[in-house]
């Protein structure tokens, strides 16, 4: 069994990056009862970072079961955290990282110092910078079907070499233009699971995105 802390060069991802597949699946809205069977599908695929988002249904327990289940193979968190007494659930919980909406310095500092690895949301270069300077050690592009792959190349010039990730309507067609511009990959939320799916209708949004990620590191190298 590997440990999901130790980054081994995969798809073609930056040795830099905590996980090795540069998707974060996201699992907004997924309930309780079924977030063990989509997970088990996602690490199944090979994805080793997950978020569960904090407006999901009893969320605090399907974070739980999904640390019980699957915590040994995967990066498991906690998305659209707002507060930082959620952060102290999460990290009672066993969540690994944090996922957040914006880019609240008390929020980020409270959350690094709880040894938690945080994702922060901006969309302006003066958000990034201002969620690094409070210790974030990665960033999400939102939403990124907003601003497109010049933004992602635009921002490349000014900001240091920390894990980009791009979030919102980020379909697999587009992932390869993303990465091409900058990202060090995207976190995939509606595109891959809405309330209600079936499990093998997550497993085969998975797979899509694991091929467009493929077809990108082929560009790569071509």
Request: no cysteine; net charge neutral.
């Given at each position: 069994?590997?440990?999901?802390?130790?980054?081994?060069?995969?798809?073609?991802?930056?040795?830099?990056?905590?996980?090795?597949?540069?998707?974060?699946?996201?699992?907004?809205?997924?309930?309780?009862?079924?977030?063990?069977?989509?997970?088990?599908?996602?690490?199944?695929?090979?994805?080793?970072?997950?978020?569960?988002?904090?407006?999901?249904?009893?969320?605090?327990?399907?974070?739980?079961?999904?640390?019980?289940?699957?915590?040994?193979?995967?990066?498991?968190?906690?998305?659209?955290?707002?507060?930082?007494?959620?952060?102290?659930?999460?990290?009672?919980?066993?969540?690994?990282?944090?996922?957040?909406?914006?880019?609240?310095?008390?929020?980020?500092?409270?959350?690094?110092?709880?040894?938690?690895?945080?994702?922060?949301?901006?969309?302006?270069?003066?958000?990034?910078?201002?969620?690094?300077?409070?210790?974030?050690?990665?960033?999400?592009?939102?939403?990124?079907?907003?601003?497109?792959?010049?933004?992602?190349?635009?921002?490349?010039?000014?900001?240091?070499?920390?894990?980009?990730?791009?979030?919102?309507?980020?379909?697999?067609?587009?992932?390869?233009a993303y990465l091409a511009?900058?990202?060090?990959?995207?976190?995939?939320?509606?595109?891959?699971y809405r309330p209600g799916?079936?499990?093998?209708?997550?497993?085969?949004?998975?797979?899509?995105?694991?091929?467009?990620?493929?077809?990108?590191?082929?560009?790569?190298?071509?």
């Amino acid at each position: 069994m590997t440990d999901p802390a130790s980054p081994s060069p995969a798809d073609g991802h930056p040795a830099r990056l905590p996980f090795r597949l540069p998707l974060v699946a996201i699992l907004r809205g997924v309930g309780a009862d079924e977030a063990r069977a989509h997970l088990g599908a996602l690490v199944d695929e090979g994805y080793d970072a997950i978020e569960i988002p904090l407006n999901s249904p009893d969320w605090a327990r399907g974070i739980a079961a999904a640390v019980q289940a699957y915590g040994d193979r995967a990066w498991i968190g906690g998305g659209t955290v707002l507060r930082p007494a959620e952060v102290d659930t999460l990290q009672e919980l066993g969540a690994r990282f944090i996922v957040t909406p914006n880019t609240n310095p008390l929020l980020i500092r409270h959350a690094v110092a709880a040894g938690l690895q945080v994702v922060a949301g901006f969309a302006t270069a003066s958000e990034a910078f201002a969620a690094l300077d409070a210790g974030a050690q990665m960033l999400k592009l939102f939403p990124a079907a907003t601003y497109g792959p010049g933004h992602v190349r635009a921002l490349r010039a000014v900001l240091p070499p920390v894990p980009l990730f791009v979030v919102g309507g980020v379909s697999p067609d587009a992932l390869v233009a993303y990465l091409a511009a900058g990202s060090d990959g995207a976190g995939i939320g509606g595109e891959l699971y809405r309330p209600g799916q079936d499990v093998e209708t997550t497993r085969a949004n998975a797979r899509r995105f694991r091929l467009a990620l493929r077809t990108a590191s082929m560009k790569d190298h071509g």
